[in-house]
């Protein structure tokens, strides 16, 4: 077993500790984005094509048959 200086043992301390609120941060925005993806997907339908405006940008969304889509920007109408 290799025995730590202080500096190393709160270097790793620092580094786990960061680790583990960047975990618990990226949990929560995957949740957040799995949310949104099944709100969007229901409220679409199928077969769907238009122009929506979110803070003040547009966006092309398209939905298939199988309830996947796609949102790209559009940088001019």
């Given at each position: 077993m290799t025995v730590l200086d202080i500096e190393r043992r709160v270097g790793i301390s620092l580094a786990v500790g960061r680790y583990l609120r960047s975990a618990d941060r990226f949990n929560d925005a995957s949740k957040d984005f799995t949310g949104a993806?099944?709100?969007?997907?229901?409220?679409?339908?199928?077969?769907?094509?238009?122009?929506?405006?979110?803070?003040?940008?547009?966006?092309?969304?398209?939905?298939?048959?199988?309830?996947?889509?796609?949102?790209?920007?559009?940088?001019?109408?």
């Open positions: 993806c099944r709100s969007l997907r229901k409220q679409l339908g199928p077969h769907q094509r238009f122009v929506v405006q979110v803070d003040f940008k547009h966006y092309l969304v398209t939905s298939d048959r199988d309830g996947n889509f796609d949102i790209e920007p559009i940088t001019s109408l």
